[in-house]
């Protein structure tokens, strides 16, 4: 299967959210990275034909999406960001109600209901209300719902934001096993989320796609170094105005910085290999930081 | 599918309330209806409920039957001798009950004379104490000559065209006479909380199917419901179906056992009886029985729900809100007692949809339509144009949903 998108560009009144992206799918996982505000969601709402592109167009297997209609989304699967539910629904009902909706025959919903409250481990929760759900028991619900069509196409909007580490590892580890047999996009502003499991890596800054790839190739793509070097306090204050630093450990006589530069940038740095997270520091600069702790 | 959106709604807390809050409607309106007819005993006190109902039917059963002549001069006479009793003459209020008590059997007929001998538009409840009995023969012609006056009068002369008012004298006129008179105090007491139950009832249900689609945006629930397989075609035609099912469950179970109670307590005799030998309906120009005027109120309150409660979930689409969708009802229902004073507008109050939810008054007045070349009053146009329009929304309520979302 081939789900294609071509010079798709979306503007809610002036404002572009989504500006001229052309790329094609065709199976594995693909790790849509981007800070607060790129567009991610927008470009989603779109694959799931929630949105109409303002010009472009979205094609599956070369037929256009929203003419393909009900066809197209039964190939679908959709966790977004916002997840929202029925709160006085319990677990089971949820999921028997979104299969109904999905089209499954009664008999399939719930076998297949079933089976996913046990693959996401919701078993002990299945008859309590999703509104008495912890968050990351929501998320779980959520994934479960998407994957009830045993979807060829599934679409996970920031699943991991707002868990804690054991959840989101968990979580990873859950998508990671969903993912064969299908095509998954991903979306995150975190770059562990997608590090191991994606094939493809999409870098979206403001609108645009400013590169896509594996993630060696997206890495390799980057066209400055990383250096780590130990210097005294002093000097590390001025590197840390002068270049992005990806990483600070300090030390008791100074510290020791990760940075980017084009040329060694201190005496005694040493080179070493980019890592994604070093190139999402490069190409979107300080924000990167917010999530992984400068120290 | 439909299930689940039921479910959806009444698995809400507001969904149990409003449930709760019917319940206590249904209980409420049964109680007023029974315990406001009321009876007075040879004591001279006053008795309400279900042993009134007996009693005041035991009086009034001598009586039944065709009322001619004779009947209604003895009307006059029995009357009159109990006027002329110590206890009618006695200043003591005590005394002039007991005296009143001995008229209840004969209080129904009473009245029709009272009416026809009063001009249209008044009342006196002693006016029979000076009809004598060669006078009451001409009752039912009095009551055609009392609408004649009325129509001719200064005070509605011009509203009304020479054809319509010879339509409203023919109606008048074609009625069957002497009347059949049996007791319906039970059809009576059903239509005269009717409107409650099923007005209130309404307001209540608004707040339920407000939610069925209004909801999904509520929640936040739209993205995935929108983007699963049948989200935009037989997902949506389940919320419809699930309205519609909720409002007519709810409607007909409200309605029913309201009339069954009501009736089981206080009797399902004089439902073949013309509406008009009764005080409420006596002036009234259908021709139709206790019995068609319950099924007129019955499918005319049904209609009205349907097409309020449907325009309300149009609005809640419509608006993404359930907040606005509720006030609907809200609007349709009291807006006319805020522009009523308006004369102007009169006419076109009298087909204002809550006309549907409030046949016992509805029917009572003398509004008249030309439709088509033909004279008729507002009932047969509402019925007709309600039904109409209803067929139309269902449609729009759901292709209006189907379009959300997608910009
Ligand atoms: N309905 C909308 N109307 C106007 N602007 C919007 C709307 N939805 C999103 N935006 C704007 O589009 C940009 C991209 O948003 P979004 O797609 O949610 O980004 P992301 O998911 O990457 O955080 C943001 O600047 C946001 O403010
Ligand atoms: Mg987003």
Redesign the interface.
């Known amino acids: 299967m081939e789900l294609k998108l071509t010079e798709v560009t979306k503007k809610y009144g002036g404002f572009t959210a989504v500006d001229n992206i052309s790329l094609t799918m065709t199976g594995g996982v693909y790790g849509l990275l981007g800070v607060n505000g790129a567009g991610k969601t927008t470009l989603m709402?779109m694959l799931?034909?929630?949105?109409?592109p303002t010009s472009g167009s979205i094609t599956c297997d070369g037929r256009d999406i929203f003419a393909m209609?009900?066809s197209y989304?039964?190939l679908?699967g959709?966790l977004?960001q916002?997840?929202?539910?029925?709160?006085?629904?319990t677990v089971r009902?949820y999921l028997?109600?979104?299969a109904?909706?999905?089209?499954l025959r009664p008999a399939v919903a719930a076998k297949r209901t079933e089976e996913l409250i046990g693959r996401v481990g919701l078993v002990k929760a299945a008859d309590k209300k999703m509104k008495k759900l912890s968050g990351g028991m929501k998320r779980r619900a959520g994934i479960a719902?998407a994957m009830l069509?045993d979807p060829k196409i599934l679409i996970l909007d920031e699943p991991t934001s707002g868990l804690d580490p054991n959840e989101r590892i968990r979580f990873r580890n859950l998508i990671s096993e969903l993912s064969e047999e299908r095509m998954v996009l991903l979306s995150t502003h975190i770059v562990p989320d997608v590090e191991y499991i994606a094939n493809e890596i999409w870098l979206m800054k403001d609108g645009v796609m400013v590169q896509s790839g594996t993630p060696d190739e997206v890495i390799a793509s980057m066209p400055e170094r990383v250096w780590i070097c130990r210097t005294d306090k002093q000097t590390a204050s001025k590197l840390m105005e002068r270049y992005q630093v990806s990483n600070i450990k300090t030390e008791a006589q100074g510290a020791e910085l990760r940075l980017i530069a084009a040329a060694c940038p201190a005496e005694g740095a040493r080179q070493t290999e980019a890592s994604l997270e070093d190139v999402f520091l490069y190409y979107f600069g300080e924000k990167a930081g917010e999530e992984n702790g400068v120290v | 599918m439909v299930w689940f959106e039921v479910k959806k709604v009444f698995s809400r807390a507001s969904g149990k309330i409003s449930l709760a809050v019917l319940a206590a409607l249904l209980a409420v309106t049964c109680w007023l209806a029974v315990s406001h007819i009321d009876y007075v005993n040879a004591d001279g006190d006053i008795v309400t409920g279900i042993r009134a109902v007996r009693m005041l039917r035991s009086d009034k059963e001598k009586w039944e039957g065709y009322i001619t002549e004779n009947v209604l001069r003895s009307v006059i006479r029995e009357n009159a001798a109990i006027n002329a009793s110590d206890e009618a003459r006695s200043e003591n209020v005590k005394e002039q009950n007991k005296a009143y008590a001995k008229k209840q059997g004969f209080d129904d007929i009473r009245d029709m004379i009272n009416r026809a001998f009063c001009s249209f538009r008044e009342y006196n409840y002693y006016r029979a104490d000076s009809i004598t009995e060669e006078e009451v023969g001409g009752l039912y012609e009095q009551r055609v000559a009392r609408l004649r006056e009325w129509l001719y009068s200064e005070e509605v002369y011009d509203h009304y065209t020479e054809e319509e008012r010879a339509f409203l004298i023919e109606q008048y006129e074609s009625l069957k006479t002497p009347f059949y008179y049996a007791v319906s105090d039970g059809w009576q007491a059903v239509l005269y909380y009717a409107q409650t139950i099923v007005m209130i009832g309404m307001l209540v249900c608004g707040f339920l199917v407000s939610s069925v689609f209004s909801g999904e945006f509520q929640t936040k629930a739209d993205a995935v419901f929108f983007s699963s397989k049948y989200g935009r075609s037989k997902a949506i035609a389940a919320k419809v179906k699930a309205g519609y099912l909720i409002v007519t469950v709810l409607y007909w179970i409200l309605i029913l056992s309201y009339s069954a109670i009501v009736l089981a307590a206080t009797g399902t005799g004089g439902g073949n009886c013309a509406i008009q030998t009764s005080f409420t309906y006596g002036k009234s120009f259908y021709h139709i029985t206790f019995f068609e005027l319950w099924l007129l109120m019955v499918f005319g309150g049904y209609i009205g729900w349907l097409f309020i409660l449907t325009l309300t979930m149009l609005v809640s689409v419509l608006t993404r809100s359930p907040v606005l969708a509720v006030m609907i009802p809200f609007i349709i229902l009291f807006l006319p007692s805020f522009v009523g004073g308006f004369s102007v507008l009169s006419d076109m109050l009298g087909l204002w949809p809550d006309q549907l939810l409030n046949i016992g008054e509805a029917i009572m007045l003398f509004n008249l339509y030309r439709v088509g070349g033909h004279i008729a009053g507002a009932l047969p146009v509402v019925f007709t144009m309600y039904s109409c329009l209803y067929l139309v929304l269902p449609p729009a309520l759901y292709l209006a949903y189907r379009k959300t979302g997608i910009d």
């Open positions: 709402r799931c034909t929630l949105l109409k209609d009900a989304r039964g679908l959709y977004p916002d997840f929202g539910f029925y709160p006085d629904f009902d028997r109600y979104i109904s909706i999905k089209g719902q069509n």
